[in-house]
């Protein structure tokens, strides 16, 4: 069951329940706040709740806000991400960032153009990225058998037992702390292929910003879904 609920101040937040015994407070990319709660919890219950944990869910919201806000907006169709800035294609005299050869005549063959261009731009900003992170992890790195670029819908990245490394094309669009947190995530299974402690700790010793470099992917991710990552 949903309700929406206005609380204190200018805080508004969804309620949730599910057959849960405890709550729980989400705060979704957009600064959406989300409150779960048991089937049976009063709502006077929920309230008291929320209003002891509202300068945390405030301060919360505001940092969910201020990561989109980090995203720079498109401004025309001949604008595109790259590397997490806005550019523009155009062809001779347009005076764009970047020029479609003088043999590529149609907005849809210069759409293509720019698409290869990026894809690859992806190939040599991933593989210095991954030839860097590889010795950070010490012998495990010599597992490494190559990467896979690829179009993905609902993974940045992944890495096999065999040892390749699989990146999404679409992460040359995000700034490159943040296609380096997903090189570093990835380059660290071929040590320990699981989420495990040892992993995260193996992550936060190779790259100590993670944690800001995945929530600023976060914000990327939803305007990206917006964009072109659209199903
Ligand atoms: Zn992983």
Redesign the pocket.
């Known amino acids: 069951m949903t309700q929406n609920v206005t609380g204190i101040e200018s805080l508004s937040y969804t309620i949730v329940r599910s057959a849960r015994r405890t709550m729980s407070v989400e705060i979704q990319p957009h600064g959406i706040v989300v409150v779960r709660a048991p089937n049976r919890m009063p709502l006077y219950e929920i309230e008291r709740f929320v209003a002891l944990k509202s300068a945390w869910i405030q301060r919360r919201v505001r940092d969910a806000q201020a990561r989109r806000a980090l995203v720079p907006q498109l401004t025309g169709s001949r604008s595109f991400y790259h590397r997490g800035e806005v550019r523009t294609w155009g062809f001779a005299g347009d005076g764009a960032d970047l020029t479609v050869p003088s043999r590529v005549k149609t907005e849809n063959a210069a759409i293509s153009y720019v698409e290869r261009w990026q894809r690859s731009e992806a190939e040599q900003v991933f593989s210095t990225m991954i030839a860097d992170a590889l010795p950070t992890i010490g012998v495990p790195g010599l597992r490494y058998q190559g990467l896979r670029i690829r179009a993905m819908r609902r993974r940045w990245?992944?890495?096999s037992s065999t040892g390749h490394v699989t990146l999404n094309g679409h992460l040359i669009r995000v700034p490159d702390g943040c296609i380096r947190g997903v090189v570093v995530?990835?380059v660290?299974?071929l040590a320990h292929l699981?989420?495990g402690p040892a992993?995260h700790q193996l992550v936060a010793d190779v790259f100590p910003d993670h944690a800001l470099a995945d929530a600023i992917l976060d914000a990327w991710t939803h305007v990206l879904y917006d964009d072109v990552l659209t199903p």
Do not use: A, N, T
């Open positions: 990245g992944s890495c995530h990835e660290c299974h699981h989420h992993f």
